[in-house]
T-cell receptor, first 112, second 114 residues
């Protein structure tokens, strides 16, 4: 079992729709969770972090964390073609909060 | 510097040769990480440095891989006797402090082993 699992996609949504990206993790003790966005040929950039159960909103982005079910999700409202990218979920290990473990990413395509 | 700088941006080498990849982190960032990203794959952790502490080398895939960080700043990742499976983008990231996990990535070094 991979430590961080994501559906590779592509996830295709029409412009203006809500895109829902999901991630599950294997280590129940993980404490910190992150979403990075990576455009094709570019390096990842942080878009959201979440540490507590529940929702965290930032503009069109909402991160959701459910530690009991060991999943974290990212919702993108009013999706735009410029949101088309690969979204990487990252989790820290409970025994080493300095080490970020990344999933393989979900490719999102927003079509006009 | 303003961002994380990596060099070379592209490196093509022959199987069996040694390569060195360089990373210059953001000034003042004490933590430095190396990740590897193969085509269509996620980021694979290789090694990280924090200040003067011993580096966490747990992600290095074999003893052909090594890294050092001089003066708490610039880091060099060395791959000896390169193999075709070493072909990937090698990403360096730095962070203001450990535990914050807000990593700023460089543009990466694309390594192709023929």
């Amino acid at each position: 079992q991979k430590e961080v699992e994501q559906n590779s996609g592509p996830l295709s949504v029409p412009e203006g729709a809500i895109a829902s990206l999901n991630c599950t993790y294997s280590d129940r003790g993980s404490q910190s969770f992150f979403w990075y966005r990576q455009y094709s040929g570019k390096s990842p950039e942080l878009i959201m972090s979440i540490y507590s159960n529940g929702d965290k909103e930032d503009g069109r982005f909402t991160a959701q964390l459910n530690k009991a079910s060991q999943y974290v999700s990212l919702l993108i409202r009013d999706s735009q073609p410029s949101d088309s990218a690969t979204y990487l979920c990252a989790v820290t290990r409970p025994d080493n909060t300095d080490k970020l473990i990344f999933g393989t990413g979900t490719r999102l395509q927003v079509f006009p | 510097g303003a961002g994380v700088s990596q060099s070379p941006s592209n490196k093509v080498t022959e199987k069996g040769k040694d390569v060195e990849l360089r990373c210059d982190p953001i000034s003042g960032h004490t933590a430095l990480y190396w990740y590897r990203q193969s085509l269509g794959q996620g980021l694979e952790f290789l090694i990280y440095f924090q200040g003067n502490s011993a580096p966490d080398k747990s992600g290095l895939p074999s003893d052909r891989f090594s890294a050092e960080r001089t003066g708490g700043s610039v880091s060099t990742l060395t791959i000896q006797r390169t193999q075709q499976e070493d072909s990937a983008v090698y990403l360096c990231a730095s962070s203001l402090r450990t535990g914050a996990n807000v990593l700023t990535f460089g543009a990466g070094s694309r390594l192709t082993v023929l």
